[in-house]
């Protein structure tokens, strides 16, 4: 990466690619039947939980991208 700020920038697309990979892998799984009936809800948790984990990493990106930007590194 050129600077610190371009590596904020890299890190907030991988947590969207994140999320997108989750609601995706979700989608796909509630495809099956078994897991529709017998596993949703804890499907359903750990994909919550995953991309909360993933906004937060956003969260915190975009700062550290507005801090470094704003200090020009």
Known sequence: MRSRAAQQMYNIYRAGIGIAVTVF???LLNLIPWIRVHLVWELWWAS???I???CILIC???IKFMLFYKKRL
């Open 25 to 27: 892998g979700f989608a």
């Open 48 to 50: 919550t939980l995953i």
């Open 52 to 54: 909360a984990l993933f």
């Open 60 to 62: 915190i990106s975009l």
